[in-house]
C-alpha cells in the first residue's frame, strides 16, 4: 500500500492524563502489523522543550534513545516494543521544536517578511512534520500528547483538524480515548466524562471516528449504545480499552473488540486476516510462568517507576527465556549505608544499578555494587552502573582508596571515570572533540554505536557474535590511564569501541555474573525477543534463587 500513498490514524486523549494513549498507539500499531500492513508511529508533546533530555525523569519520565541519537518521550519506547517501526528524529516532535523551526526560518528570510502567526506557519510545521514520517509505509498513527482542553495541545489539534481536509476523509482516522469509570457507591458506569470529552474535541472541529473507553470492565451493549448516541459515533465504534493484567494483552482485547476490523473499514483497506498466535503465546507465558527472582533496582528516581520504563520492561522480557517472573524491588541508593547492605539487599537474587546523572546516592549504589561483588550476586551495571562497579572495584580490590568518576569529584586523584574530551567517532569516521563548557546535548554520546566482545567473555557467550551495535546516552567515559592497573587487579574489558579506545563493557572473573556496559541495552530489548544481557542476568538470578518455584502460578 505504500506507492498509494499512506493512511493516518491521530490518537487523542480526554478527561485526565495517564490513561495509556501511548499503549493504545502501540497497540493499534500491533494490530495492523498484525494484517500485514507496514506502520510507523509519530509523537507529538505540547511542552515547549526542544526535547525531554534535559527534563527531570520524576516530570517526565524516561527519556527514550533511538538509534540516530533522538532523546525522545518514554511513548516512543512502547512504539518499538510492540511494533518493527524503525523511529528517529522525525518520530518526536515538540512545540519546542517546532516553534524552533518557525522562527529559524523566520531568522533567514524564509516568509519574505510577512507576520508569522500560529495559523498557517505552526500548524503548517506540524503538518509538514507528520508527512516526514509517511513514505514507505501503510499507516501513520500519531499521538498527540496531552489532554483535551489543555491550552498547550491546540495548535496541534488545529493541524490534525486541518489535516483531513488536506488528504482526504479516506484518508485520515481520529480515534479519541477517554474515561468510563466505575462508581461503586452508585453501581454504576459512568459515561458523562467522555461526552464531555467528545464534545471539548467536537468544538474545536474534530469529530472523533472512533471512541476507545478506558474502563475496567467490559462495556455492556447499552452503555456502547449510550455513548454512540450522545458522540455521534457508531455503536461498534465504541471500543472497551479494559484495564488487563500485562500490558501485552492490550492488542488481543482491542482485536476481540473489533478494533482493527473498524480501522480498516474507516480507512477502506484491504489486508489479510490479523496473525496474533504470537501474543497469545506471549500473554500466556508472561501469565503462566514458573519461577520467581527478584531484582533490586537501585536508583535515585524509585518513587516513579515510570523513570525506568524501558528497564522494567526488559528485565520482564529477560524472565520469558527463562521461565520467571521478575519481582522488582526498589531500593532508593540514598538509603544504603555500608551497615545496612544486608538488610536492604540481602533477599535479593539479583541487583541492577541503573543510568543516571548526578552524585546525590553515588556512594549508596558503590555500597551496592561492593555488596553484589563480595556476596557473588549477581549484578548487571547500566551506563553510570558500569562506571559505579569500575569505581567500586578501583577503590577496594586495585587498591585506589579515593578513586572516583570526575563527575562527582573533580579533583579526585584517581578518576577512573573522566570526560573524554577527543574520540574517534565511528559513526562519523571523524574525531569528536567536547569540553565541560559544550551544550548539555553536544557532550553527550547519542544513539546507536558499534562494540567489539572479547572472545570467551560473558557479554561474548550471551550475545554469540563478535560485533554489536547499542544505544548510548552518557557524558562521561572509562578512563584508559588506569586501564592497565585495573586489568591487573582483575578487571576484565570484554568490549570496546572497534578502534579500542572506548570501554563498552567490565567483567568480573570468579563471580556468577559481574557485568557493566556503558550502553542502555533496555532500549533495545522486545518482548518476542529479549535482549541477551537482560536474559543472561535473569538467568544467573534464577540460579542464586535455587530455583525459586512461584507458588501462586
Not at 462495556?219 to 455503536?235: H, M, P, Q, R
Not at 535473569?538 to 530455583?547: C, F, G, P, Q
Request: with cysteine; aromatic share 8%; hydrophobic share 35%.
Amino acid at each position: 500500500m505504500g506507492e498509494k500513498g499512506a493512511k493516518f490514524i491521530f490518537v487523542t486523549g480526554g478527561v485526565l492524563s495517564s490513561l495509556g494513549k501511548g499503549l493504545a498507539s502501540a497497540s493499534i500499531g500491533a494490530l495492523l502489523e498484525s494484517r500485514g500492513l507496514t506502520v510507523t508511529l509519530q509523537k507529538l508533546d505540547p511542552y515547549i522543550n526542544v526535547d525531554p533530555g534535559t527534563m527531570n525523569p520524576f516530570q517526565h519520565g524516561e527519556v527514550f534513545v533511538t538509534d540516530d541519537g533522538a532523546e525522545t518521550d518514554l511513548d516512543l519506547g512502547h512504539y518499538e516494543r510492540f511494533t518493527h517501526a524503525k523511529l528517529g528524529h522525525n518520530n518526536n516532535f515538540t512545540t519546542g521544536k517546532i516553534y524552533d523551526r518557525v522562527i529559524t526560518k523566520e531568522r533567514k528570510g524564509d516568509y519574505l517578511g510577512g507576520t508569522v502567526q500560529v495559523i498557517p506557519h505552526i500548524t503548517d510545521e506540524i503538518k509538514n512534520s507528520i508527512r516526514l514520517v509517511s513514505k514507505g509505509v501503510d499507516v501513520v498513527i500519531v499521538e498527540i500528547g496531552g489532554t483535551i482542553g489543555d491550552i498547550e495541545s491546540l495548535p496541534f489539534l488545529e493541524a490534525i483538524r486541518q489535516f483531513r481536509a488536506d488528504a482526504g476523509k479516506e484518508n485520515v482516522l481520529y480515534i479519541h480515548l477517554t474515561l468510563v469509570p466505575y462508581i461503586g457507591t452508585a453501581g454504576e458506569l459512568k459515561t458523562k466524562p467522555t461526552q464531555h470529552s467528545v464534545k471539548e474535541l467536537r468544538s474545536i472541529g474534530i469529530q472523533p471516528d472512533i471512541l476507545l473507553c478506558r474502563t475496567d470492565r467490559f462495556l455492556s451493549k447499552d452503555i456502547k449504545s449510550k455513548i454512540a448516541l450522545f458522540c455521534n459515533v457508531s455503536t461498534d465504534a465504541v471500543i472497551t480499552a479494559k484495564d488487563v493484567n500485562c500490558i501485552y494483552e492490550v492488542p488481543l482485547v482491542f482485536h476481540q473488540e473489533g478494533l482493527d476490523n473498524k480501522i480498516v473499514e474507516l480507512l477502506n483497506i484491504w489486508t489479510r486476516a490479523p496473525r496474533l498466535e504470537d501474543w497469545q503465546n506471549l500473554c500466556h507465558q508472561l501469565l503462566h510462568p514458573e519461577y520467581v527472582v527478584r531484582i533490586a533496582i537501585v536508583g535515585k528516581y524509585v518513587d516513579l517507576t515510570e523513570s525506568y520504563k524501558s528497564l522494567n520492561e526488559a528485565l520482564s522480557h529477560g524472565g520469558l527465556p527463562n521461565k520467571s517472573r521478575v519481582e522488582l524491588i526498589f531500593v532508593d541508593s540514598e538509603s544504603i549505608t555500608p551497615n545496612n547492605c544486608v538488610e536492604k539487599l540481602g533477599q535479593v537474587d539479583g541487583i541492577l544499578v541503573p543510568g543516571g546523572f548526578g552524585s546525590r546516592g553515588i556512594e549508596g549504589k558503590i555500597c551496592a555494587a561492593r555488596y553484589a561483588r563480595e556476596t557473588k550476586v549477581p549484578y548487571f551495571g547500566i551506563c553510570l552502573g558500569m562506571q559505579i562497579a569500575v569505581v567500586e572495584f578501583a577503590r577496594h580490590v586495585a587498591g585506589m582508596l579515593k578513586a572516583h568518576s570526575s563527575e562527582i569529584d573533580p579533583t579526585t586523584q584517581f578518576p577512573v571515570i573522566y570526560l573524554m574530551t577527543e574520540w574517534y567517532d565511528e559513526k562519523s569516521q571523524t574525531i569528536q572533540r567536547r569540553d565541560m563548557h559544550s551544550d548539555k546535548g553536544g557532550t553527550m554520546r547519542l544513539g546507536a554505536y558499534p562494540c567489539k566482545l572479547i572472545s570467551e567473555t560473558l557479554a561474548h557467550k550471551a550475545y554469540g557474535k563478535e560485533e554489536i551495535s547499542e544505544r548510548h546516552r552518557h557524558r562521561y567515559e572509562f578512563n584508559n590511564e588506569f586501564k592497565a592497573r585495573l586489568e591487573e587487579s582483575g578487571l576484565v574489558i570484554s568490549g570496546t569501541s572497534p578502534q579500542g579506545d572506548l570501554v563498552e563493557i567490565v567483567e568480573l572473573i570468579n563471580h556468577p555474573w559481574y557485568l557493566g556496559c556503558q550502553f542502555h541495552p533496555e532500549f533495545k530489548s522486545r518482548p518476542m525477543t529479549p535482549h541477551p544481557l537482560f536474559r543472561e542476568f535473569i538467568k544467573a538470578a534464577l540460579v542464586k534463587s535455587d530455583y525459586r518455584r512461584l507458588t501462586c502460578a
